[in-house]
């Protein structure tokens, strides 16, 4: 069902024209596994973008258990690394792509309540900027897209171009 749902939304109702995997992102092989597939049958991954949420909901320091702040580091971070390390040694090995980390407000400051999807949400960001650094001498691209619908609109791009010089840039609306 969750197929044909992506499909007909995403690809004009032709199924044939789409492809879905369900997987856990925290488990380790589970997307280097579907990466592999995807270029066996498809070709080369140019872009990729981890999209996945990590908000665990409002809650202190006192009302996160351990298992609440595990969960929120591995979809927020541990995912991501997945995924990078999937990815972008291949990207790099072409000399060109583009890896994509989106965020969150949370991923810029802490706020009240939000101990374990800030966490998560720095280390992402974290991991984009080293990313830049790395392969970007190599053709890689790393970005860092932190959107926030309720409090403004702000873009964190992180480029590193082929002489290593790095780029933090953040357009923010009025906060």
């Known amino acids: 069902m969750l197929r044909a749902t992506i499909c007909e939304e995403d690809a004009g109702g032709d199924q044939d024209a789409c492809r879905a995997f369900l997987l856990d992102v925290t488990k380790e092989g589970e997307l280097s596994r ?7 049958e498809y070709g080369e991954i140019d872009c990729a973008v981890y999209n996945l949420g990590a908000n665990m909901g409002i809650r202190g320091l006192e009302r996160t258990p351990l298992k609440v702040m595990d969960r929120a580091l591995k979809l927020g971070c541990l995912g991501a690394y997945f ?9 790099a090995e072409r000399g060109r792509g583009t890896f994509l980390l989106t965020g969150a407000t949370a991923g810029l400051r802490g706020n009240a309540g939000q101990l374990a999807h800030a966490s998560g949400m720095f280390a992402r960001r974290g991991m984009s900027q080293s990313l830049a ?3 970007g001498p190599q053709g890689v691209v790393s970005l860092s897209i932190i959107l926030s619908i309720s409090v403004c609109v702000c873009v964190c791009v992180c480029v590193c ?3 290593s010089l790095s780029l933090s840039l953040s357009l923010l609306s009025s906060c």
């Open 34 to 40: 579907v990466i592999e597939q995807v270029e066996s």
């Open 83 to 91: 995924a990078a390390s999937a990815v972008v040694p291949k990207m």
């Open 133 to 135: 650094h790395e392969y």
């Open 161 to 163: 171009s082929l002489s």
